[in-house]
């Protein structure tokens, strides 16, 4: 049978359990995923019918995977794989109407969410400088998952920050009705609403599921255990897969409660424990078994690994983050002329911010790279757009979506005239596109204005009877009506051609989703871009480096591994320090990007680093000295004897940072001005003396080389191009310049 072969014995254990409750704990790079596969298939073939399997999973990359490896062994079609949001959606597509919403609601991303609160905050005269609507969002999102419903909320608030949130949540809470729109949390909630109050939708779908699969387990946040609780209580035959170890989003309201006391809900479940790693050497492995040894709340399991030792972990000690960042780079360049290629390499930091000073590095050395997590294709304004249209084409009634293009293209609708028309929206607690039907009642809205809201809204309702199938023709039909692409030639932009090319992307986005998806329509389409996530749009065969988050890099794996900033208040974060939990879950994150590297692990940190415009020293992370001594090997790149660390060498073969590695551009015109009797002096009230063509050192920007000085004494200007800042042009009274060399 194709599906026991080549497995351990622990693999099969876990493959060929049928009926009952079943907690696979499958520590990193385990083949956590060939297990959760094999068995679906093995249940297929002793004649489980694939209309009753459930399996969720947190991406859709990976149910996509998951789904695509199957099919290797057999192809029936019927089986449920998606992610918690997208098995939501399906179910509430069905049966929404029964909590009083249309089956054609609308999903809000983030930004639309973020948006509309925004909305709230004005009405309710809220500065957003003081009160940071993604916070309010935040909070928000935290109650509905925790299950708490608006006015609980509002009747718990214990201090000013939370009956705020509270007045937002309840107004937040209207407009999503009244647009009959739901947002990502909204999409848990309300399964969990229709399983309630109507048992019989409930108990269909628990008879529908008799077998269920949950990856990840350890990440399920309250709300997910509840909707698999509901339906497991069926039969009782669920399978959850995952890591205590792993567990990294508490700040998002994932609970590694709900995991480690599966076994207190399921008395009789079979435990499964795969402890053979097929990712990593030894050497890594046994550095993140000494981190996360440390940790008490965990589940004790000895990974182990057939694989080769490897190099040792090598932990960097720098002077400061463009140190950091050029030790990097460098070492990036090196690998890669050994013969290794950038998409096996990845570097990992705590915070997105830390991304800056990396790109710098990255772009001045030429090196090819990715962010995992940047400005995501769906989320571009010229895409936004285009799917508001479309949004608008389902469910007239978003707000969101209406008010986001009614005058884009420009169309002579100012923002005086939209808020005549949110005001008699708000007035009558309707949407603002049945305002809009309104219009010409509304006081002071005459002549072009009156014009154009109804040009608009006769739009809006001939896109409306628009087949919403094939959905190529739909988008196309959008762009011709409202001249889109004329619009973005007219607005005379830099990026105006990028705009133009990422809009035809768009259409053939849409053209892959007709070829694919055999009943293809407009409100499928738009549901799978709603859900989309970073990881899911990030490509596996660009030849770049990748760069993301730690979180982000939950679930991947590289041959080649950094992590920046290795340091306490970043890793462990500042704002961990509050309890032993946070701390835990800190070195989980850790742990998480130590066991991502299959070959090579470089952890790197810095003596001091500027946050927030302040220059601050740093101290190593505590997880550095909870590695094994002899898997690490520390290297000091510092400039300062006082703060090497005892375990810290040198290696020879790397020059120290302050002598220049800097080599002249052949297209510089100012190369030739170089020359002794080209020089231009200068000096400020007395002090050094600068002249072009000298090597410099600046706090910042690292090394570089003088081009130009203007100007005199206090007044000089200096143009120094630099290995990792660039040109720049600098005051030198104020440059803080050193001269080296």
Request: proline share 3%; charged share 30%; hydrophobic share 35%.
């Amino acid at each position: 049978m194709p599906f026991l072969r080549d497995i351990t014995e622990n693999q099969r254990e876990a493959i060929t359990h049928i009926e009952g409750p079943l907690l696979v704990v499958a520590g990193a790079g385990s083949g956590k995923t060939r297990v959760i596969t094999r068995r679906i298939g093995y249940l297929l073939s002793q004649g489980v019918n694939p209309y009753n399997i459930l399996a969720i999973t947190f991406t859709n990359k990976a149910a996509n995977e998951m789904h695509e490896r199957v099919r290797q062994f057999l192809r029936k079609e019927g089986l449920w794989v998606s992610t918690f949001h997208k098995m939501c959606s399906r179910v509430l597509r069905a049966n929404i109407d029964r909590l009083g919403y249309t089956r054609d609601f609308t999903i809000y991303d983030s930004a639309d969410q973020i948006g509309r609160i925004r909305s709230i905050m004005a009405e309710l005269q809220l500065d957003t400088a003081q009160w940071k609507p993604r916070s309010i969002a935040s909070s928000i999102s935290y109650a509905k998952n925790k299950l708490i419903d608006p006015e609980t909320f509002s009747s718990t608030a214990s201090d000013y920050f939370y009956r705020t949130v509270a007045q937002v949540y309840s107004k937040y809470h209207t407009l999503l009705k009244t647009n009959n729109a739901l947002d990502f949390d909204d999409l848990l909630i309300k399964t969990i609403e229709l399983f309630k109050k109507h048992p019989d939708i409930l108990e269909s779908y628990q008879n529908k599921f008799k077998f269920i699969l949950v990856d990840e387990y350890q990440d399920t946040n309250y709300a997910q255990y509840n909707i698999t609780k509901m339906l497991a209580d069926g039969h009782e035959n669920i399978c959850v897969t995952g890591d205590p170890d792993q567990s990294i989003y508490g700040w998002r309201g994932a609970d590694i409660k709900n995991i480690m006391d599966f076994e207190k809900d399921y008395p009789n479940a079979k435990v499964v424990l795969l402890e053979q790693n097929y990712r990593s050497t030894k050497h890594i492995l046994h550095a993140a078994s000494g981190v996360i040894q440390h940790n008490r709340y965990r589940r004790k399991k000895d990974l182990w690994t057939e694989n080769s030792e490897g190099e040792k972990v090598r932990a960097v000690h720098c002077e400061d983050e463009y140190r950091e960042a050029e030790e990097i780079t460098r070492t990036v360049r090196e690998l890669v002329e050994r013969g290794e290629k950038y998409s096996d390499i990845a570097i990992f930091y705590r915070t997105n911010a830390q991304s800056r000073v990396l790109e710098i590095s990255l772009r001045n050395f030429g090196i090819p790279y990715i962010i995992v997590g940047g400005v995501a294709f769906y989320q571009r304004k010229e895409i936004k757009d285009i799917l508001c249209y479309l949004r608008l084409c389902i469910n007239p009634h978003d707000d969101a979506a209406l008010e986001r293009i009614i005058n884009t293209p420009t169309r002579g609708i100012g923002s005086t005239t939209v808020k005549r028309v949110l005001d008699r929206a708000r007035v009558q607690g309707i949407s603002t596109f049945s305002a809009l039907s309104q219009a010409d009642s509304i006081q002071d809205i005459r002549g072009q204005a009156a014009s154009s809201l109804k040009k608009f809204t006769d739009l809006i309702i001939r896109l409306q009877q628009s087949p919403k199938a094939p959905v190529e023709d739909i988008i196309k039909r959008v762009i011709n009506e409202t001249r889109y692409i004329e619009f973005l030639k007219e607005s005379e932009e830099r990026e105006s051609k990028e705009r133009i090319a990422n809009v035809e992307e768009l259409v053939n986005a849409a053209h892959e989703y007709d070829m694919n998806i055999l009943d293809s329509n407009l409100q499928g389409f738009l549901e799978e871009v709603a859900l989309v996530s970073d990881i899911d749009s990030m490509e596996d065969s660009t030849e770049n480096v990748t760069l993301m988050t730690l979180h982000t890099a939950k679930g991947l794996e590289f041959p080649i591994v950094f992590i920046a900033g290795v340091e306490e208040t970043l890793l462990p974060h500042a704002e961990s320090n509050a309890s032993d939990e946070e701390i835990e879950e800190e070195r989980r994150l850790c742990y998480v990007g130590i066991t991502r590297a299959m070959k090579k692990l470089y952890l790197t940190y810095t003596r001091r680093r500027t946050k927030f415009g302040q220059t601050n020293l740093c101290r190593r992370s505590r997880f550095l000295d909870e590695i094994p001594k002899e898997v690490l090997i520390t290297i000091d790149k510092t400039n300062s004897e006082y703060f090497k660390h005892p375990d810290d060498i040198s290696e020879e073969k790397d020059p120290p940072y302050y002598e220049p590695i800097f080599e002249p551009d052949p297209y510089d015109t100012n190369y030739h001005a170089y020359s002794e009797t080209g020089k231009t002096n200068v000096s400020v009230r007395g002090a050094q003396t600068f002249s072009t063509g000298e090597m410099v050192r600046h706090p910042i920007f690292g090394v570089g080389r003088i081009l130009e000085i203007t100007g005199s004494n206090d007044k000089s200007c200096i143009k120094v191009r630099f290995n990792i800042g660039g040109i720049k042009n600098l005051m030198l009274a104020y440059a803080k310049l050193e001269k080296i060399g």
